[in-house]
């Protein structure tokens, strides 16, 4: 399975932008997927998470209300609705597709797909 992320930009704060993730290869809408981020300097860190089926996700306390995960397996694709955006949501934001267990869907040592990421940039 092969991940191409996209969406990233410059955005004020409070502004909104939308990720895109397009998955390609063999079974993968069957996948469980998730984002994560990676702040310079920081480990990186779990966003969101959604079920192969759509009926399940998870979001990490510190965006939940103003982010949201969804996806269209039609067309092979999961986004990242983000809201509200703070200087602190600064990263590099990558999807993630392959997660073996959804109990670990906050772990990224589970998912066994990632994409090259994309850079978000909020400005005060």
């Known amino acids: 399975v092969q991940l191409q992320a996209s969406g990233g930009g410059l955005v004020q704060a409070g502004g909104s932008l939308r990720l895109s993730c397009a998955a390609s290869g063999r079974t993968s809408s069957s996948n469980d997927m998730g984002w994560f981020r990676q702040a310079p300097g920081k480990e990186r860190k779990f966003v969101a998470g959604i079920t192969s089926n759509g009926e399940l996700s998870a979001y990490a306390g510190s965006i939940e209300g103003r982010f949201t995960i969804s996806r269209d397996n039609a067309k092979n694709t999961i986004y990242l609705q983000m809201n509200g955006l703070n200087p602190e949501d600064t990263a590099v934001y990558y999807c993630?597709?392959?997660?073996?267990?959804?109990?670990?869907?906050?772990?990224?040592?589970?998912?066994?797909?990632w994409g090259q990421g994309t850079l978000v940039t909020v400005s005060s």
């Open positions: 993630a597709g392959g997660l073996r267990l959804w109990r670990y869907v906050k772990y990224y040592s589970w998912y066994d797909y």
